[in-house]
């Protein structure tokens, strides 16, 4: 009777725990999401609106903000489903778990190109100039989404499709592998070999680089516990080792979370690092508010203003 008492109440403050866990992550996805989602989309609307010469820089910013932005966005509406209770199982919450999934994804692929990229560029000087197209890097973009995509797709397909063991190993391995060890061991890789080169960059040039290199760094520190996490719950789920399940899964979350703070940093990097961008954005930021008051104006007295000044031109002219 009491073996039986206990077990219940074992099983009620693990069920409250879980609770208690996933309100607590869902406020702080939401939280970072309302403040990492309009800096992400304030910087894109400057970048692509108000810049007008978009080079190779610009386009990969542009991805990556854009990968940002959607994951903080798909995260956030994720997050309000689930703290208003809304099942993990359900369909449409794994649809925006795959989104989220493709869009880190994108990041990771798009940061770690970028170092390959500069690598080949210092160790190859001439195909650097003939490459060093904005198309190149249009085409390399839309390569890395749908990589990304079909990344994200993979995710699902582990979750959601029902398998041999044997075979869902070997797709969690084929995930770990082409999500994280193969971005990771590339970007460690091609930065070491930059970093040991004999050529140094520009001033110009090494001010962008660091702040991809930057902004690459934090998203690993985040990113690396994340996939670490994944992978360790589930080699304890298949184990049936309960404890180390529960650990890894709120690791994960919280390494999100740890992702959704670089998603807020990360554009203020790039507008102070940007001269042209930080211009822009200065020259942004009042032009919404005068248009804002602009249009209240207007429509509290659509005819006053206009008529004031002409009134005023006429008796000075009178004088």
């Known amino acids: 009777m009491s073996a039986s008492g206990g077990a219940a109440n074992q099983s009620w403050d693990s ?5 208690r866990h996933t309100r607590i992550i869902s406020s702080l996805l939401i939280l970072t999401s309302a403040i990492g989602a309009p800096l992400n989309g304030l910087a894109l609307w400057v970048l692509g609106c108000k810049i007008r010469r978009k080079n190779r820089f610009v386009a990969y910013v542009i991805n990556l903000l854009v990968a940002d932005f959607l994951f903080l966005f798909f995260q956030a509406v994720h997050s ?10 359900n369909p449409a919450l794994m649809v925006f778990r795959c989104v989220i999934v493709a869009c880190s994804e994108a990041s990771a692929y798009l940061l770690t190109w970028i170092s390959v990229e500069r690598f080949l560029g210092m160790a190859f000087p001439i195909w650097w100039r003939l490459t060093r197209t904005k198309d190149s890097a249009v085409m390399a973009s839309w390569a890395i989404w749908g990589l990304s995509l079909g990344l994200g797709t993979l995710y699902g397909f582990i979750r959601a499709i029902k398998v041999s063991p044997a075979t869902k190993e070997g797709l969690v391995a084929t995930e770990f592998s082409l999500a994280f060890l193969a971005p990771f061991l590339a970007f460690t890789i091609a930065n070491a070999l930059i970093l040991c080169g ?19 760094v934090i998203f690993l520190m985040c990113w690396v516990p994340y996939h670490v996490s994944v992978f360790l719950h589930h080699q ?22 740890l992702l959704h703070i670089k998603s807020c940093v990360i554009p203020v990097v790039y507008i102070a690092i940007s001269s042209e961008l930080k211009i822009r954005f200065r020259e942004s930021l009042p032009s919404i508010f005068e248009r804002r008051f602009s249009e209240e104006s207007g429509l509290s007295s659509p005819q006053g203003d206009h008529e004031a000044v002409p009134k005023a031109e006429r008796r000075n002219s009178r004088k």
Not at 80 to 89: M, N, S
Not at 199 to 214: D, E, F, G, Q, V
Not at 247 to 256: E, I, K, P, Q, T
Request: proline share 4%.
């Open 198 to 216: 004999p050529h140094r960059p520009s001033h110009k040039t090494s001010k962008l680089y660091w702040a991809i290199t930057l902004n690459a």
């Open 15 to 19: 069920q409250t725990s879980d609770e």
């Open 80 to 89: 309000v489903c689930r703290f208003g209770g809304v099942a993990g199982a």
């Open 236 to 257: 304890a789920r298949a184990r049936g080792r309960a404890s180390l399940c529960s650990s890894a899964y709120y690791g994960a979350y919280y390494s999100v979370f």
